[in-house]
């Protein structure tokens, strides 16, 4: 079952980030945080049980002081430790469980201005194929919607996923 629910708590991480560190993140299909050179700041993960969806989520805070970043393609919202790690935890749930969208349309709305890809070439793996074409925005349940070069539309539910 398709859900929005990955791409609304990457927003949300998103806008948290943003609204109290005034670091503007980008968003990366489905669901990663990523900075304008698409380094990797963090992400989530998550699994529909039923009527449920269950999600975690990882954010690359800081890092430890002996390696070197340019090694990476990650970001780290932090050069160094200066915040308490269980505080911004609860700060992240609380801003999570009062800022919850009303509805869909407003989380793909809110999602698109954020995103670091679209109307830009981008390549999807699957198991099966690759597709490489137009990342035109989302679908009704958060699939991306490429163009390929014969001008058809493809709804795609999962693999990886590459920017050019």
Same mark, same amino acid.
């Given at each position: 079952?398709?859900?929005?629910?990955?791409?609304?708590?990457?927003?949300?991480?998103?806008?948290?980030?943003?609204?109290?560190?005034?670091? $503007?993140?980008?968003?990366? #299909?489905?669901?990663?945080?990523? $900075?304008?050179?698409?380094?990797?700041?963090?992400?989530?993960?998550?699994?529909?049980?039923?009527?449920?969806?269950?999600?975690?989520?990882?954010?690359?805070?800081?890092?430890?002081?002996?390696?070197?970043?340019?090694q990476y393609?990650?970001?780290?919202?932090?050069?160094?430790?200066?915040? $308490?790690?269980?505080?911004?935890?609860?700060?992240?749930?609380?801003?999570?469980?009062?800022?919850?969208?009303?509805?869909?349309?407003?989380?793909?709305? $809110? #999602?698109?201005?954020?995103?670091?890809?679209?109307?830009?070439?981008?390549?999807?793996?699957?198991?099966?194929?690759?597709?490489?074409?137009?990342?035109?925005?989302?679908?009704?349940?958060?699939e991306a919607?490429?163009?390929?070069?014969?001008?058809?539309?493809?709804?795609?539910?999962?693999?990886s996923f590459?920017?050019?």
């Open positions: 079952m398709l859900s929005l629910t990955p791409l609304e708590l990457a927003l949300l991480c998103r806008n948290f980030i943003f609204e109290t560190f005034q670091i $503007d993140l980008k968003l990366k #299909w489905p669901n990663d945080l990523v $900075d304008t050179h698409n380094k990797k700041y963090g992400g989530i993960l998550s699994h529909s049980r039923r009527k449920y969806v269950v999600a975690g989520i990882g954010l690359n805070l800081f890092s430890v002081k002996d390696i070197n970043l340019d393609q990650a970001g780290f919202i932090f050069k160094e430790k200066t915040l $308490d790690n269980f505080n911004f935890l609860l700060q992240l749930m609380e801003y999570i469980i009062t800022h919850r969208y009303k509805n869909s349309f407003d989380i793909t709305n $809110d #999602w698109l201005k954020h995103c670091s890809h679209l109307n830009k070439l981008v390549s999807l793996n699957d198991e099966s194929h690759q597709i490489t074409g137009t990342f035109l925005g989302l679908g009704k349940f958060g919607l490429l163009k390929d070069q014969q001008e058809k539309i493809h709804h795609i539910t999962n693999g590459t920017v050019y």
